[in-house]
């Protein structure tokens, strides 16, 4: 009887509740246990995931080369030579960049001086105005002739907390000097293994990801052999569809910011803004985030704007005006098209939840597992008939009575 039946333990496991809570407790247990550890695999993740990345958006060059009849280990050679000139005009356009914050140092004091004075003309300017516009408005003539004295007091505030800031900042700047004096060596010491570690981060990245772009074509069918038969099918369209959208966002994201940095970069050099390289080199990279990079550059461009004129500094805010629309309704939808369509919104939210939680490999990890939620959500939750209106009720025809009868009648007969 026993042997028939199976044992207690037997009987209890053969309940699906019984199971489902068992399973849900191994996985909750797994995954603290993986939180507690995050700190021991936290740097071998983020080399992987970021050298995953990398071959994820380089893969359609080298099979592009490979409908060229480039043979794989070539065309692998060769995209990583143009990602090695591309790393090289990024360090060069870098130094630029670091060589052009010294000077916007410099410029900026000078750029908040020169406030004053516009605040003081325009005041002058609606002082000009004719009274009987004044009167047409409903404004008093007496405080507006009186502008410039109502209004000099907020400016002397102003000037004195910015004078205020700067008196900080220089007493920073001193201290942190002298500290660099006193602690020199250690400090030395520090960001030269900072500096090491990063290029051995650097490095270990390159390599992983070399090696995953090789062996790309490979993952697919070595992943699906670790699932089960019947949910294969499934398992491909989850990973097809996410894997749509993730890639579609991250390679349309880089080209957004490649035209969003030509962008800010032509049009601050012709409203003749000081540093415009330098500026639209970080509203361009601010930009990976949706809609941040016109936030990040407008205002130190109106202010650097500020010191050649005012019109420069009404060009350099019409730059950023004019590039975030066209980044609304020309470059993102000709990019990203169907392809992936995650609100900017959801973006950030993922982001910063992502930075919250795990700092660098949450925004690694952001996107993708928004994208696989939204995939899970959209073709195989709200696609159940639970979710889905029901269907119109059909009307009967109408039948006029005399047809009926008619009809009635012959079938009694």
């Known amino acids: 009887m026993m042997a028939e039946h199976g044992t207690a333990l037997e009987v209890v496991w053969r309940n699906a509740w019984v199971r489902a809570v ?10 603290v246990l993986l939180w507690q550890l995050r700190h021991a695999y936290g740097f071998a993740l983020t080399v992987a995931l970021i050298g995953y990345i990398i071959a994820y958006i380089l893969n ?22 143009l990602l090695l000139q591309l790393f090289v005009v990024g360090s060069f356009l870098t130094g630029q960049v670091i060589a052009q914050m010294g000077e916007f140092a410099r410029l900026l004091p000078a750029a908040i001086n020169t406030l004053t004075p516009q ?31 109502a209004v000099l007091p907020i400016i002397t505030v102003g000037q004195q907390m910015l004078a205020d800031f700067f008196a900080q900042a220089a007493t920073m700047l001193r201290e942190l000097l002298q500290r660099l004096l006193a602690e020199g060596g250690d400090l030395l010491f520090a960001g030269v293994a900072g500096v090491v570690a990063g290029g051995v981060a650097v490095v270990f990245i390159l390599l992983v990801s070399a090696y995953f772009l090789y062996d790309f074509p490979k993952f697919g069918p070595a992943f699906m052999r670790y699932v089960p038969v019947r949910w294969r099918p499934v398992t491909r369209d989850v990973l097809s569809k996410t894997g749509r959208v ?75 005006v004019i590039a975030n629309q066209l980044d609304t309704h020309l470059y993102s939808p000709l990019v990203f098209g169907k392809t992936t369509n995650i609100h900017p919104v959801t973006v950030i939210i993922a982001i910063l939840v992502g930075v919250g939680l795990l700092g660098i490999l949450g925004v690694l990890l952001a996107i993708p ?45």
Do not use: C, H
């Not at 068992?22 to 995954?31: E, H, K, N, P």
């Not at 060059?61 to 990583?80: D, H, I, M, S």
């Open 22 to 31: 068992a399973y849900t407790a191994l996985i909750m247990a797994g995954l």
């Open 60 to 81: 359609p060059l080298v099979e592009l080369l490979q409908r060229l009849r480039v043979g794989r280990p070539l065309a692998v050679v060769l995209v990583y030579l």
């Open 119 to 149: 605040l003081i003309g325009a005041i002058d300017w609606l002082q000009a105005l004719p009274t009987s516009l004044f009167e047409l408005l409903g404004v008093d003539v007496e405080p507006a002739e009186n502008g410039v004295e």
């Open 246 to 320: 993730v890639g579609g966002f991250l390679r349309g994201q880089l080209l957004i910011v490649l035209l969003m940095g030509i962008t800010f970069y032509i049009g601050l050099s012709l409203a003749q803004v000081p540093l415009a390289l330098s500026i639209s080199f970080f509203a361009a990279l601010f930009n990976i985030v949706p809609y941040l990079g016109p936030i990040v550059g407008t205002v130190p461009a109106v202010l650097l704007g500020l010191t050649v004129s005012p019109w420069s500094a009404l060009g350099a805010l019409a730059v950023f």
């Open 369 to 413: 597992l928004v994208a696989l939620a939204k995939v899970l959500l959209e073709e195989y939750l709200l696609k159940r008939p639970a979710y889905l209106e029901p269907a119109p009720p059909i009307e009967a025809p109408e039948v006029t009575p005399g047809r009926s009868d008619s009809g009635s009648e012959r079938r009694q007969l």
